[in-house]
Each structure stands twice: as C-alpha cells, then as structure tokens.
C-alpha cells in the first residue's frame, strides 16, 4: 500500500522559490546600500564646502585678529550659541555632539565648531543644494521597480535552471516510484549524467538488482523447500490412512493417530499456502465466502493439545457466526498459527475469540510478544517478535495478511490482542 499522508514537494518549485527569495533578499540589501551610499555621498560633499570656508576664515582671523565675511551666501558665522537660528538652537542645545539638523519649513542645517574658538559657530543651510532628500520617494519607487523585474528575471532564470536540473532527477523518481523491483529494468543508470544523479541513480540499480536476486532466491527457496515437502507429507498421510483401514477396530493408538493425521493436514496446508505465496498468485484465486466458526472450532479442536495440565478457558464469540471472503486453505492456515501460538504461550487464564467490524480479534493473558514491538505490526516488528516463539507462524500471517489485503495488528497491554481486518486494504 503506497503512502500519500506526506505532502510532495517539486525540486524543481523549490529551486525557483529558493532562487527568488534569495534574488528580493539580494536586491533589498543592494538598494539600502545604493541608499545609504547616496547620503554619505551627498554629505561628504557638504562637509568638504563647509571644511574649506571654516579652513578659510580661521586663516583670515589669524592674520588679521578679525573674523573676516562668509564668501558663501548660504553661510553664516555665529559667536554665541543664543544667537544660532532658532529652529537649529534647541535641537543644538539638548545634542551639543549633533553637526547635522533638521529646521522649519524644509531647512537643513550642518554645523561647524572651530576647535580653537568653541563660541564661534559656522552654520551652513544647504536645503538648496541637497540632492538625494527631494527625489528619495522617486529612488525608492526606482529600486522597488527594479527589485520586482530582478525577480522576475530570477523566475524565469531558476524556472529554466530547475527544470534542466531536476529533469533527469524527476525521470529516475518516475522510474521507481511505486515500481515493484521485478518491473524496473536491469540497467537504467546509464541514461543518466555523470554526476550526483548518475551516482544515485548507479547505487540504485545495484540495490534494486541485489533486492531482486534476494527475492528471486527466496521464491525458489520456498517453492523448492515446498515441492521437497510435498512428498514426506503425502508420504505420512498415506501410511495414516493405511493403518487406520488396518487396524479400523483398534482404539488404543486412534488419538495418537489422529493427532498425526491432523498435523500432516496443517502441514500440507501450510506447503500449500507457501506456494501461493512464493507464486505471487492473485489474491482473488478460489476466494469464496466461508464461514469461520466452524474453522475456529476444527482449529481449537485441532489444537487443543497445547492446552493439556494448563488451567485455560477457551471463549468463542457468537459473532464468529459470520462468513469471510477468502480462501479456505490460507485462512485455515492464519488460524491455527494465530490459535495454536495463543494456546501455546498462555499458562493460565483465557483465550477469547471473536469478530468485531469485520475484524478477527484473538486475545490470550500469555507472555504474549516483546513490549518494543508496535501496535501494527512492522517488519522489524516480526523479527524482533521470534525471540517469544512468534516468528515463523506469525511471518506467514503477516504474509498471508499482505497476499489477501488484509490488515494485521499487534496490541500488548496486559493481554496480548492480534486483530486481523478482513475489510480489503485502500
């Protein structure tokens, strides 16, 4: 069953957005720098006028012990702070450090201290002759202008890189999305460029041809191992049958007998269900509605054995009067792997069998399994599950689980609970 619960992200999506944020971020940092570079410019310039005139009048006042005319119209000499303009006077007062000011009526104000006159104030009002403050609206529109086409070029420059760099990316994604290993071809790596996508795309093919060969391995295994079964199984069936018709009138061996019988039975069933599963053969072959009681009961009955010196009660739901749609010999073989291993490791207390919502729940008060193992069940799960005694019976189940489209879940509290759900998997 394939997951869609995460939301997919497009790589390339991701290098457009990722490229256009950086591109406004860019931009921003550029403008403010243009910005500022454009005040201390414009600054740098008023100050060296106003250097020059303070340089010239205290060379004057030197030779001649007087301060001589301002040669700049703009300019003004004050030798007391009470004197200075009066929209630059209470500013000045309260900030004696300050040498830039802002007056009435769109004035601008810079300010210059001879060092070795401290009364004396030289004070420039350069509204006039300012050059960035009246257009600043119209710079600000001009880099947000250019701002926002940078950005649309990024879009299309990122759109076009991203898809020319996630294109062979996206085709290796296609090729082994929701592919069973069998499907994806032996060799694919090649058609990919020789960088970080051909390496992946390399390690790839090399695991998907080793998951195969391990797949191929295990399905002739199990096919092999049941074909080889198949005969000492037949082979003890026949020699059941034949010393029942012999000695037919001889009850001293008959439950001895009957109990070998069955197990040659569950055996055979059990070779039976490993072939399907090794064929991969389709879910919907020979499936019929049976009606389960009666295979609970044969199961229970079947292994009752286990249950032998134990103080166990065995309860059985009357909504096990139901019918699933199956087939009879794996569902036979779910049972007596999931009744016989509850039988098997339950001391004392109960054993309960019952059907809720199309749901099989068996529960035993048992060891039952590990307390790290999840409530659904999970490979790792059935692994970690075999050092309890659960593993093989409980592998087949979780397989026969899987051919069938059934869900199979694990609960450990006190009890132990295995839920089976018949309803077919989404």
Known sequence: MKNNTLKFHSLSRRIVSQFCIFT????????????????????????????????????????????????????????SKTNLPADLKSTFIEEPNRRE?????????????????????????????????P?????????????IVLTIIAFFIAYTLGRKTARPLKALADLVDGVAPKN??????????????????????????????TLEREKCFTRDASHE??????????????????????????????????????????????????????????????????LVEQSIIDHSYLLQGKQVDVQVSERC???????AG???????????NAFQYTDSGEVSVDVIDEKLIIKNT?????????????????KGSQSTGYGFGLSIVKRLCEHQGWELSVLNDKDTTIVVSFTPLA
């Not at 009067?321 to 087939?327: C, K, M, P, T």
């Not at 048992?366 to 059935?382: C, F, R």
């Open 24 to 79: 406004l971020i860019l931009s921003a940092f550029y403008g403010f720098f243009c910005f500022i570079f454009l005040y201390t410019l414009e600054d740098a310039f008023i100050e060296r006028e106003i250097t020059q005139e303070a340089a010239y009048l205290c060379s004057e006042y030197q030779a001649t012990n007087q301060w001589p005319n301002v040669r700049n119209a703009n300019m003004a000499l004050y030798f």
């Open 101 to 133: 000011f802002y007056g009435d009526e769109g004035r601008h104000y810079h300010l210059y201290l001879f060092p070795e006159h401290p009364d004396v104030h030289l004070v420039a009002e350069v509204s006039q002759k300012l050059l960035v403050r």
């Open 135 to 147: 257009v600043r609206e119209g710079i600000v529109q001009f880099f947000l202008a250019s701002g």
């Open 184 to 213: 994806i071809p032996n060799t694919f790596a090649h058609q990919f460029p020789n960088n970080e996508i051909g390496i992946l795309a390399r390690t790839l093919e090399d695991s998907m041809q080793q998951i195969s060969k």
């Open 229 to 294: 079964l198949r005969t000492p199984v037949a082979i003890v069936k026949n020699a059941v049958e034949l010393y029942q018709e012999k000695n037919r009138g001889n009850d001293k061996n008959n439950d001895i007998i009957a109990r070998i019988s069955q197990a040659a039975m569950q055996m055979e069933q059990t070779v039976s269900t490993l072939l399907i599963l090794a064929r991969e053969e389709q879910v919907s072959t020979n499936k019929v509605q049976i009606k389960l009681l009666p």
């Open 321 to 327: 009067h139901s019918e699933v749609l199956a087939q």
């Open 330 to 340: 794996m569902l036979k073989v779910l049972l007596d792997n999931l009744i016989s």
């Open 366 to 382: 048992g060891a039952g399994i590990e307390h790290d193992i999840s409530a659904t069940i999970t490979e790792p799960a059935v």
